[in-house]
């Protein structure tokens, strides 16, 4: 298991995707779609990552890591232990 990320603009429409993939398996794993590209969206994408393959039991309270993006969450905080 190889996670790699990649963040593609979309400058007409003031939008970034976060992509996880799988490089050995080329696997798409998630996808954060955002006004801005910070480590919060990045952290976010790989902890909605986790989730989505079993690796990550629990998330710390007030964060958010799915459709709508928690973007107050302090950076740091990730949803493992």
Do not use: N, Y
């Not at 939008?15 to 798409?28: C, H």
């Amino acid at each position: 298991m190889l996670w790699i990320f990649d963040t593609t603009h979309f400058t007409r429409a003031k939008m970034a995707v976060t992509v996880i993939e799988d490089l050995v398996s080329r696997k798409w794993l998630c996808e954060v779609v955002s006004a801005e590209e910070t480590s919060v969206q990045v952290q976010a994408a790989f902890c909605e990552a986790l989730e989505a393959e079993g690796s990550c039991s629990k998330s710390p309270p007030g964060w958010t890591a799915h459709s709508t993006l928690d973007t107050t969450t302090p950076p740091g905080r990730s949803c493992w232990r």
